[in-house]
């Protein structure tokens, strides 16, 4: 047993569940979680964070059979198997007990509770989500199920010798998993059962275009090209059934010229060619819409390209506790075998980590993260080709070639590069933490390696790029106003009123546009405060004048 808590594991301290202080009702509802996931196990006598039971620990049969009996009661639709007694090496003893997903039903607690697991946080499911969780429930069991008794027999050879080749190349896959036959690689990825039945997940890689059309609702993909004024230029359709997932994606790359046009950097007196779109971006959206597609769900892909963006729709919306706000943090993949299979042979980053790879990217180039809509029936992904800033750039790359950057640390340069001075709320924010989520974790060494600096403090923190990093690189960085030191943008000000003389904010922000507008009036109520500016009417026609002017007349 792998000793972490993650999206199928959850660790409970035995006080929980035995004992006066005992909160069997709380074991309920992580039981509920996973039964309305895709299972799990409940470990019982190891504490939340910590990886062994205490050496002393023992535990006797009836308890835990007490504890079976009433999570049984407390439950509805909830499968608990094989509880088991399990000895540590340390000789203290825990025990486990395995939820099993609720296929069909809807699984609650006894006082009606709905909830679900998502990544290794549990939520309730509010009334209005409830269509969407039944909808998922079939999703989520959808590659697993029997295909109308179709035998690996009546599968296309040639599609078992592409898989099984590919497998067997594949530098994510380890010696143990080459040196197995054909039949046992096709079962270790459950595209056969015992039986030698297969899968619809078997059936989508290693079906004949006729058995993959019988599977469920037709699907199309398709490509489409539009010019400034919307108009379609261009299209292209694939369908599932003709392809297995692989020959499908590489068939799109192919296809997809106009996502490989780049544009021209300044350097200097040259002119770098730089991707619209980075290909990791687009490869990880193509694959995304592949893998997380809900097959259950009629309806079409969509990739529409634009002349400075592209979109990609996808039938079945986020999976249940995944939304725009936290795809960075959270994980519930809806068809883990398919994924599972893709990741081996390469074509897609690991559980969760597809959208690290995807703003990582998006920051090295300084382009805008995706926008994501998502509906019960639809995802719809926006990418714009659109650079924030040439200088972002350039930044970006003097840093890479020079420092060796993990990818959180790539995205918050990038981030910081982008808008030249964040407030520490605002790059939170960005990278979807929580308000008391620690940025330590996202700024790294950046800080250490003087890259980014801060000023101010608590809350008011601020965060920007240290100018001596790049005084002797011969970037050619214009200066902005937006990372000017206090003082000198009180100066500014200063010189601002004593030549256009008395002034509404708005009228000082008009004139010194490349100045962040906060940082302006922040400076002002701070000249207010310090008798440097005398005040003149009420709040929305206020003017402002030195007091050095008005002294002198």
């Given at each position: 047993m792998s000793w972490s808590e993650d999206s199928n594991k959850e660790f409970k301290s035995l006080k929980k569940a035995i004992g006066e202080k005992s909160n069997v009702a709380s074991l309920a509802e992580t039981c509920v979680c996973f039964a309305n996931a895709q299972g799990g196990t409940l470990v019982i006598g190891i504490e939340d964070k910590e990886s062994a039971p205490p050496s002393e620990q023992r535990i006797v049969v009836s308890d835990m059979n007490k504890v079976m009996s009433r999570l049984r009661d407390l439950t509805d639709g909830v499968a608990m198997v094989n509880p088991e007694i399990l000895q540590h090496r340390n000789g203290g003893q825990y025990f486990i007990i395995?939820?099993?997903?609720?296929?069909?039903?809807?699984?609650?607690?006894?006082?009606?509770?709905?909830?679900?697991?998502?990544?290794?946080?549990?939520?309730?499911?509010?009334?209005?989500?409830?269509?969407?969780?039944?909808?998922?429930?079939?999703?989520?069991?959808?590659?697993?199920?029997?295909?109308?008794?179709?035998?690996?027999?009546?599968?296309?050879?040639?599609?078992?010798?592409?898989?099984?080749?590919?497998?067997?190349?594949?530098?994510?896959?380890?010696?143990?998993?080459?040196?197995?036959?054909?039949l046992e690689i096709l079962e270790f990825y459950q595209f056969v059962d015992e039986t030698g039945t297969l899968t619809n997940l078997g059936v989508l890689?290693?079906?004949?275009?006729?058995?993959?059309?019988?599977?469920?609702?037709?699907?199309?993909?398709?490509?489409?090209?539009?010019?400034?004024?919307?108009?379609?230029?261009?299209?292209?359709?694939?369908?599932?059934?003709?392809?297995?997932?692989?020959?499908?994606?590489?068939?799109?790359?192919?296809?997809?010229?106009?996502?490989?046009?780049?544009?021209?950097?300044?350097?200097?007196?040259?002119?770098?060619?730089?991707?619209?779109?980075?290909?990791?971006?687009?490869?990880?959206?193509?694959?995304?819409?592949?893998?997380?597609?809900?097959?259950?769900?009629?309806?079409?892909?969509?990739?529409?390209?634009?002349?400075?963006?592209?979109?990609?729709?996808?039938?079945?919306?986020?999976?249940?506790?995944?939304?725009?706000?936290n795809i960075l943090h959270e994980q519930r993949p809806r068809n883990p075998h398919l994924i599972k299979s893709l990741y081996d042979l390469s074509l897609?980053?690991?559980?969760?980590?597809?959208?690290?790879?995807?703003?990582?990217?998006?920051?090295?180039?300084?382009?805008?993260?995706?926008?994501?809509?998502?509906?019960?029936?639809?995802?719809?992904?926006?990418?714009?080709?659109?650079?924030?800033?040439?200088?972002?750039?350039?930044?970006?790359?003097?840093?890479?070639?020079?420092?060796?950057?993990?990818?959180?640390?790539?995205?918050?340069?990038?981030?910081?590069?982008?808008?030249?001075?964040?407030?520490?709320?605002?790059?939170?924010?960005?990278?979807?933490?929580?308000?008391?989520?620690?940025?330590?974790?996202?700024?790294?060494?950046l800080i250490e390696k003087d890259i980014v600096i801060t000023r101010g403090r608590k809350k008011g923190t601020e965060y920007?790029?240290?100018?001596?990093?790049?005084?002797?690189?011969?970037?050619?960085?214009?200066?902005?106003?937006?990372?000017?030191?206090?003082h000198i943008l009180e100066a500014l000000i200063t010189e601002d009123l004593k030549y256009n003389g008395e002034s509404s904010r708005t009228e000082v922000q008009d004139r010194l546009k490349s100045a962040n507008p906060k940082d302006i009036q922040k400076t002002i109520y701070q000249m207010v405060e310090q008798g440097k500016l005398l005040t003149k009417g009420a709040k929305r026609n206020r003017t402002y004048q030195l007091i050095k002017k008005i002294n002198q007349k």
């Open positions: 395995k939820i099993l997903p609720s296929s069909r039903l809807i699984a609650t607690t006894a006082s009606g509770k709905v909830l679900i697991r998502v990544s290794d946080n549990c939520y309730p499911v509010k009334s209005e989500e409830l269509t969407n969780l039944a909808a998922e429930k079939n999703a989520f069991q959808w590659e697993l199920v029997l295909s109308n008794v179709q035998s690996l027999n009546d599968a296309d050879e040639n599609q078992i010798a592409f898989f099984t080749t590919k497998i067997r190349e594949s530098k994510r896959v380890s010696q143990f998993i080459r040196e197995k036959s054909n890689w290693l079906g004949t275009p006729q058995q993959r059309a019988r599977l469920s609702y037709p699907i199309t993909f398709q490509y489409l090209v539009y010019n400034s004024r919307h108009e379609k230029i261009r299209e292209r359709k694939w369908h599932f059934h003709i392809y297995n997932p692989m020959e499908l994606l590489l068939e799109i790359e192919r296809e997809a010229v106009e996502l490989t046009y780049t544009s021209d950097l300044s350097h200097g007196l040259f002119k770098d060619p730089i991707r619209k779109y980075p290909f990791e971006v687009i490869r990880e959206l193509l694959i995304n819409a592949i893998a997380h597609k809900r097959y259950t769900t009629s309806g079409d892909i969509f990739l529409k390209v634009y002349p400075d963006e592209f979109t990609i729709s996808n039938p079945g919306g986020l999976p249940l506790g995944i939304t725009k706000d897609m980053e690991g559980e969760g980590a597809g959208y690290d790879l995807i703003y990582e990217k998006l920051s090295q180039n300084a382009k805008p993260f995706p926008q994501i809509e998502s509906s019960l029936s639809k995802i719809t992904v926006k990418v714009s080709s659109t650079v924030i800033s040439d200088e972002a750039i350039a930044v970006n790359q003097y840093i890479n070639k020079r420092y060796h950057l993990r990818q959180k640390e790539i995205i918050t340069l990038g981030i910081i590069s982008s808008e030249k001075k964040i407030l520490a709320t605002k790059l939170a924010k960005k990278l979807q933490l929580a308000p008391d989520a620690k940025l330590k974790v996202w700024l790294g060494s920007l790029l240290n100018p001596e990093v790049f005084s002797n690189a011969k970037l050619g960085l214009a200066p902005s106003l937006k990372t000017v030191e206090p």
